[in-house]
T-cell receptor, first 113, second 115 residues
């Protein structure tokens, strides 16, 4: 079945550092790909998405490009802030059917001032 | 819009007791999802509904778990009897199912502790 693998956490960076969180997937067909973010004590929120190969999703300075040839959707940000500290989940969904999300295990990110 | 509403936010109970978690989806949404989050297993989909009908409950751990959606604005997840290994954060999410993907909106979760 479909699956998502994220880089192991936790990840700790200093403010203004460059961030990359790796995500690869295994799926049939052409799934849509997502990054969700979970701030402490809250539910998940959609951060960005890409629905087809070579699409780039972006939001709040974060970017991820749908790479079908490498089955990857790595999350990047050029300069992180303390407020970016959260758990980040990579996920995929097949458009056909119920559109249920398959999540990676999550990566906890801590940004130190 | 108030977003997805879950209650209670925290629940502490003793092993063997019945637990009922509640969810009110966003008005107009026609899909509802129940997830469980633990440190060991991450985020797991338990069950989802389309138009109030359960579509896939293969993620429900065992018969002690049951979920209902009597109408478009309310769903419950029940555990009877509860066990310590059921301790987790339970999330409800809703979305509008169309021919293209639409975002799932998550509630704040219910943190369940079974002693």
């Amino acid at each position: 079945g479909d699956s998502v693998t994220q880089m192991e956490g936790p990840v700790t960076l200093s403010e203004e550092a460059f961030l990359t969180i790796n995500c690869t997937y295994t799926a049939t067909g052409y799934p849509s790909l997502f990054w969700y973010v979970q701030y402490p004590g809250e539910g998940l929120q959609l951060l960005l998405k890409a629905t087809k190969a070579d699409d780039k999703g972006s939001n709040k300075g974060f970017e991820a490009t749908y790479r079908k040839e490498t089955t990857s959707f790595h999350l990047e940000k050029g300069s992180v802030q303390v407020s970016d500290s959260a758990v980040y989940f990579c996920a995929l969904s097949q458009i056909q059917g119920a559109q249920k999300l398959v999540f990676g295990q999550g990566t906890r990110l801590t940004i130190n001032p | 819009d108030a977003g997805v509403i879950q209650s209670p936010r925290h629940e502490v109970t003793e092993m063997g007791q019945e637990v009922t978690l509640r969810c009110k989806p966003i008005s107009g949404h026609n899909s509802l999802f129940w997830y469980r989050q633990t440190m060991m297993r991450g985020l797991e989909l338990l069950i989802y509904f389309n138009n109030n009908v359960p579509i896939d409950d293969s993620g429900m751990p065992e018969d002690r778990f049951s979920a209902k959606m009597p109408n478009a604005s309310f769903s419950t997840l029940k555990i009877q009897p509860s066990e310590p290994r059921d301790s987790a954060v339970y999330f409800c999410a809703s979305s509008l199912l169309t021919n293209s993907y639409n975002e799932q909106f998550f509630g704040p979760g219910t943190r369940l502790t079974v002693l």
